[in-house]
């Protein structure tokens, strides 16, 4: 399974993005696919994650309200919409996906993406 991360980019603060990532290379549906960051010299925090039918959603704390995360089955897609954003949200935004469960934590994810940067100027 490759999952391929697109999106990000260097914005002010206040600003948007949405990043996106694509899952391929086998036939199977990931119950579900999240997002977490990683800021240099600092451990990697979740940031969202949906299950496979978009009826359970979970926004890590230091973004609720400013994110939301969604999902496309048919094209094999998790997008993350980052409105307001923050210089604390500049980070390597990496998406995830687990086959029979759902987590907010890091450990709960059997695939993994490459990272995209995500850079928010003050």
């Known amino acids: 399974v490759q999952l391929q991360a697109s999106g990000g980019g260097l914005v002010q603060a206040g600003g948007s993005l949405r990043l996106s990532c694509v899952h391929s290379?086998?036939?199977?549906?990931?119950?579900?696919m999240a997002w977490f960051r990683q800021a240099p010299g600092k451990e990697r925090e979740f940031v969202a994650t949906?299950?496979?039918?978009?009826?359970?959603?979970y926004i890590g704390d230091s973004v609720k309200g400013r994110f939301t995360i969604s999902r496309d089955i048919a094209k094999n897609a998790v997008y993350l919409q980052m409105n307001r954003l923050k210089p604390e949200d500049t980070a390597v935004y990496y998406c995830?996906?687990?086959?029979?469960?759902?987590?907010?934590?890091?450990?709960?994810?059997?695939?993994w993406g490459q990272g995209t940067q995500v850079t928010v100027s003050s």
């Open positions: 290379g086998r036939t199977f549906t990931p119950y579900s």
């Open positions: 949906i299950n496979r039918n978009g009826n359970r959603i």
């Open positions: 995830a996906a687990a086959e029979e469960t759902i987590a907010t934590n890091d450990i709960g994810y059997e695939f």
